[in-house]
């Protein structure tokens, strides 16, 4: 089974307005963490903003707030007043368990387009 | 935020010859390295996990052989292609989480590797 799922493989939006990324994940493990990137044309990973399992309050940074639903195992990204840079791909990850070395399992990414 | 960087970030080689990619953690220690491949419009999938001192641990499927990793110090991980073939073009990304750090892992700008 996917451990990362996203299902938007692209997605438009109006300049200014708000969007929704899609991420869902399965684990076990009840130590995790959630992570989004955004990667624009240059093909450089940009983090977004991060998430941990047993972090009480939904992660924001910014313009970018996480919507953590734990018990549906979701964690859409919310990105509010779109500008026209926000167009890149943006990639959900998951790191199970708490250790350093762990590595990040990739979603399959979105697409977002932003319109002027 | 910490810094990775990668050297060639674009390299063009004739097919059977062996190129060697470096990442680098700037200012920090990083016992630990991740790496990735990304083919054209897909995810990142991990290759193999680098470790400072220590053999690589590489993901199912991936030739050990073929893309050797060398972790010799703890800013220092590279990747070398052997015997490249027009298969292995692909942006391959490189990733390190300082150690006693946050949660945040750094990614380096990619390597797009193009073999004739």
């Known amino acids: 089974a996917q451990k990362i799922t996203q299902t938007q493989p692209g997605m438009f939006v109006q300049e200014k307005e708000a969007v929704t990324l899609d991420c869902t994940y399965d684990?076990?493990?009840?130590?995790?963490?959630l992570f989004w990137y955004k990667q624009p044309s240059s093909g450089e990973m940009i983090f977004l903003i991060y998430?941990?399992?047993?972090?009480?309050q939904n992660a924001t940074e910014g313009r970018y707030s996480l919507n953590f639903q734990k018990a549906r195992k979701s964690a859409n990204l919310v990105i509010s007043a779109s500008q026209l840079g926000d167009s890149a791909m943006y990639f959900c990850a998951m790191r199970e368990g708490n250790n350093a070395g762990n590595m990040l399992t990739f979603g399959g990414g979105t697409r977002l387009m932003v319109k002027p | 935020g910490a810094v990775v960087s990668q050297h060639p970030s674009r390299v063009i080689c004739k097919s059977g010859t062996s190129v060697k990619i470096e990442c680098r953690s700037l200012?920090?220690?990083?016992?630990?390295m991740f790496w990735y491949r990304q083919f054209p419009k897909q995810s990142l999938m991990l290759m193999a996990t680098s470790n400072e001192g220590s053999k690589a641990t590489y993901e199912q499927g991936v030739e050990k052989d073929k893309f050797l990793i060398n972790h010799a110090s703890l800013t220092l991980s590279t990747l070398t292609v052997t015997s490249a073939h027009p298969e292995d073009s692909s942006f391959y990304i490189c990733?390190?989480?300082?150690w006693g750090g946050g949660n945040e892992q750094f990614f380096g700008p990619g390597t797009r590797l193009t073999v004739l």
């Open positions: 998430q941990g399992s047993y972090d009480q």
């Open positions: 990733s390190a989480r300082s």
């Open positions: 200012d920090f220690q990083a016992t630990t």
């Open positions: 684990t076990s493990d009840p130590s995790y963490g």
